[in-house]
């Protein structure tokens, strides 16, 4: 079983920053093997992947993100993180800490586990 606890969410003003934390506890396997990833969803819309990475620290973003924010993980504190940067109203939503099945990162629709989410608003 994979339990997973975002943190870190908040009200920003346009351009602000936002390390976005998710604390991660698996039954039975090392945190560290699992492609690991963010999503979030705004109000109307459906939830959309947001960036991913895997065992092996490889990572993959949307178009959205690209350039602006920052997956990274911490092994030994079993801490996967977002750091948004540049934000913009358009980023507003529940982000989403997720996890899948295997250590490669296989696509947006792989992710199995998820988190009760972490609420992000950016203000113009």
């Known amino acids: 079983q994979v339990q997973l606890l975002e943190s870190g969410g908040g009200s920003v003003q346009d351009g602000g920053s936002l390390r976005l934390s998710c604390a991660v506890a698996?039954?039975?396997?090392?945190?560290?093997?699992?492609?690991m990833g963010w999503f979030r969803q705004a109000p109307g819309k459906e939830r959309e992947g947001v960036a991913a990475?895997?065992?092996?620290?490889?990572?993959s973003y949307s178009d959205s993100v690209k350039g602006r924010f920052t997956i990274s993980k911490d092994n030994a504190k079993n801490t996967l993180y977002l750091q948004m940067n540049s934000l913009k109203p358009e980023d507003t939503g529940m982000y989403y800490c997720?996890?899948?099945?295997?250590?490669?990162?296989?696509?947006?629709?792989?992710?199995?586990?998820w988190g009760q989410g972490t609420q992000v608003t950016v203000s113009s």
């Open positions: 997720a996890a899948a099945g295997t250590w490669y990162c296989s696509g947006w629709h792989a992710f199995t586990y």
């Open positions: 990475i895997d065992l092996y620290g490889g990572t």
């Open positions: 698996v039954t039975g396997y090392s945190y560290s093997r699992y492609c």
